[in-house]
């Protein structure tokens, strides 16, 4: 239901742009975000867009440096990603729910995950 896209091979410094629209059946949800999971760890948290009160989310790794924005209407979701570094390196996923804010960092309150895209920052 969720497709990513704008993966890919960057070096480090640069940017990239993450979209993920929703297709097939339509759905409501209270925010949409991203994860990321590297090779050997967890599922982590990067960022969120709450559309009731419009407000954005990040993780402490990230802040200053991805943006995200989105639209509601239209389920889509986008992460503007600049100075990228090596460990920025992952698989992206997006995602779509609807928590509350004190479980909005948790992988697990999630309702709807895109195929995930890779992104891989060389150094």
């Known amino acids: 239901q969720l497709q990513a896209s704008g993966g890919g091979l960057v070096q480090a410094g640069g940017s990239l742009r993450l979209s993920c629209a929703a297709s097939?059946?339509?759905?409501?949800?209270?925010?949409m975000g991203w994860f990321r999971q590297a090779p050997g760890k967890e599922r982590e948290f990067v960022s969120a867009?709450?559309?009731?009160?419009?407000?954005?989310h990040y993780a402490d790794s990230v802040k200053g440096r991805f943006t995200i924005s989105g639209d509601n209407a239209k389920n889509t979701v986008f992460l503007q990603m600049n100075s990228l570094q090596p460990e920025d390196t992952a698989v992206y996923y997006c995602a779509a729910g609807s928590m509350g804010l004190s479980t909005m960092r948790r992988f697990g309150a999630w309702d709807y995950w895109g195929q995930g895209t890779l992104v891989t920052v060389s150094s």
């Open positions: 097939g059946r339509t759905f409501s949800s209270s925010a």
């Open positions: 867009i709450r559309w009731i009160i419009g407000s954005t």
